[in-house]
């Protein structure tokens, strides 16, 4: 789990930060907090997809469910087998 | 009472001289947005009045008056004086929504600078090429986006200052880098603004073209003259509202409904600058006890699907009078508003060429639910033949939405131009790229656009930029963009794209498309969607039949085929 968390504050980093000098941890507020907006969820999402072989339903990928490292990563715990 | 009062006897009584008398202005005056949005309204005793109550993020709040509006932007003007820029010279805006951002727009247009505002999401490619276009300047820009700037440098000949709102030590200035601070700027003694007249250039937005790269649109300093009355009588603005117009100043919404109509009405305006989610706007609303609301139909929908029950968490009372803007507003969305604020949001037509809004709902109007509603008195408008341009007699036959040029906030040309602007009228009048029709009562119902141009959740992109930009991918060998629904965005990006030999369709190679354009273009441009083809349709000469991919994906009719190249 705390793997997952690594790999996927890494990759928010890695492409939506766009100031290196912040600093974000699991519990920032990603999508309310202005760091990934809601177009690119998507591809947020399709990263995660790809990353862990999984397919998450459109209804379950909400801004909500989306806003921080941790629930993201509680969100993807629910379909990886 | 309303502002606007009688619609029909505005209409029947109408001249721009209402707006001109309201703002003292006499033809061939001095004409300066950046004065009249800042010192006449400090002139009319309202200098301690509130301006902008700005949040960030984590509760971060800032608050200014018009005097310190007046003052913050006269030192803005100063800065950019003392660096040599002069009247005309262009000055783009890339910030955040930031307090900055509001007051060096008034700031650059009180030197007779040209502004030019750029959406800070945009990315490297969609910066430089407008930049480029514009042989800007200077730029006043943070220091979260100064990475994005620096790798322009080398191809930017003409950008010669780079000024940082919120410099410091982590992150070193370097050449062309210069820092600026609002507050501890001292305020500039005699402080002269530049005597621009009606027909000065004022604002440079850019906005998306079906061939081409994006087009800047030049607007004047009389534009004030509509873009003050428009706010006056449709957004309804009086002496005690509390306003806040939720788009972002990259866009011209931002600009013509969120700084110039606002505050030339000396208005107290609200700004939130944290990224959307229903809890935090109703917050918003509920803290700053907003009473004119100003929106798009995307974040409407969004606040929708959030459901009723959060609504309920909030007091949200204080509001009185809503609006949209940005693409049509469907009818569940007006019947919803009403249902949970008590209010529909009235829909609003026009556009960044417009300038100001030119088919709406008025206040005290019976509204159609789904309509744009009527046009703005003073403006000419009609359903013309796509053929002849002539207008339609009939009622509720489609065609193409045309107005009658002449008001004031008509954008006086595409700057460098002037062919695609000309382009524009054709039998005398301007066409703004819609479909629609006018109904029994007078009533404007849009249909749609009438070129490959992609409005996604209000902001338009260009098939051709993104198709472009595909093909500097690796593994793209050619591509075709186009629309697709959404039903929260109305549409959103789609792209088919044929891979090169050797490249294997993958889940990472789909995300490396989509991540390439959103860093080169903007998250708006970036496909939702990818459907990797063996070939695109196309007609005899080789021109991508875009046409049949939209149809396959709004399920309509792919009429003639004739010129579809043979297997």
């Known amino acids: 789990m705390e793997d997952m968390k690594e790999i996927v504050l890494e990759y928010v980093i890695d492409e939506y930060l766009e100031d290196e000098d912040d600093e974000i941890s699991y519990d920032t507020p990603l999508i309310s907090g202005g760091i990934v907006d809601s177009f690119s969820m998507v591809s947020l999402k399709r990263f995660l997809e790809a990353k862990y072989k999984i397919s998450i339903p459109d209804e379950k990928a909400t801004p909500e469910a989306f806003d921080s490292v941790n629930k993201i990563t509680d969100l993807v715990k629910e379909f990886v087998k | 009472m309303s502002n606007i009062g009688s619609y029909e006897e505005r209409v029947k009584n109408f001249g721009w001289s209402i707006a001109e008398k309201e703002l003292d202005y006499k033809d061939g005056d001095v004409i300066n947005i950046g004065w009249y949005c800042s010192d006449r309204i400090c002139d009319m005793g309202k200098a301690d009045k509130v301006a902008l109550h700005w949040e960030g993020m984590g509760g971060k709040t800032k608050r200014y008056t018009f005097d310190q509006i007046r003052i913050n932007s006269n030192k803005v003007g100063d800065f950019l004086r003392s660096l040599g820029i002069q009247a005309e010279d262009r000055v783009c805006l890339f910030m955040d929504k930031i307090p900055e951002l509001y007051i060096s727009f008034l700031g650059g247009l009180k030197i007779g600078a040209i502004v030019q505002p750029l959406f800070s999401a945009f990315g490297d490619e969609s910066l430089h090429v407008r930049l480029e276009n514009a042989e800007t300047k200077a730029i006043i820009t943070q220091r979260k986006h100064i990475a994005k700037v620096r790798r322009l440098l080398d191809k930017s000949p003409y950008l010669k200052h780079i000024i940082v709102v919120d410099s410091d030590e982590r992150k070193p200035l370097r050449e062309r880098e210069v820092a600026f601070d609002l507050e501890s700027y001292p305020e500039p003694k005699n402080f002269r603004i530049h005597p621009t007249k009606a027909e000065s250039p004022s604002v440079l937005h850019y906005t998306s073209g079906t061939t081409g790269q994006p087009k800047g649109v030049k607007h004047v300093h009389y534009s004030l003259i509509s873009q003050y009355l428009t706010t006056k009588w449709v957004l309804d603005l009086q002496d005690d509202d509390i306003y806040w117009c939720t788009a972002d100043p990259g866009w011209v919404t931002g600009t013509s409904y969120g700084i110039i109509g606002p505050w030339s009405l000396g208005t107290t305006q609200c700004v939130l600058d944290v990224g959307f989610s229903a809890e935090s706007w109703y917050k918003f609303i509920e803290k700053y006890k907003v009473t004119v609301w100003y929106s798009a139909p995307t974040a409407i929908r969004s606040l929708m699907k959030a459901g009723d029950e959060i609504i309920k968490k909030f007091d949200l009372s204080s509001l009185r009078h809503l609006a949209s803007v940005g693409e049509p507003l469907n009818a569940e969305a007006v019947v919803w508003s009403e249902k949970v604020y008590g209010h529909p949001f009235l829909d609003t037509y026009w556009q960044t060429e417009t300038g100001s809004m030119m088919l709406t709902n008025f206040p005290g109007m019976k509204i159609k639910p ?198």
């Open chain 2, 370 to 567: 789904g309509s744009m509603g009527k046009p703005f008195p003073g403006i000419t408008a009609a359903i013309v033949d796509p053929k002849t341009f002539e207008p339609y007699s009939e009622h509720g036959k489609i065609g193409l939405i045309a107005f009658r040029p002449g008001w004031p906030a008509m954008m006086r040309t595409y700057w460098n131009n002037e062919e695609t602007y000309q382009a524009k009228f054709k039998n005398g009048w301007y066409l703004p790229g819609d479909r629609a029709y006018i109904d029994q009562d007078g009533y404007f119902w849009f249909v749609g656009r009438d070129d490959d141009i992609i409005n996604t959740g209000g902001h338009l992109v260009s098939p051709f930029e993104v198709e472009s930009a595909l093909l500097e991918h690796e593994a793209v060998a050619e591509s075709a963009v186009v629309s697709k629904p959404d039903e929260v965005n109305m549409e959103v990006v789609k792209a088919f794209v044929m891979l090169k030999p050797g490249y294997e369709i993958d889940d990472m190679l789909e995300l490396s498309i989509m991540n390439f354009i959103r860093k080169k273009l903007s998250p708006l441009a970036m496909p939702q969607e990818i459907e990797y083809v063996e070939k695109l349709p196309k007609t005899r000469s080789g021109k991508i039949m875009r046409r049949l991919l939209h149809a396959k994906e709004w399920g309509e009719e792919i009429g003639d085929t004739s010129t579809l190249e043979d297997d």
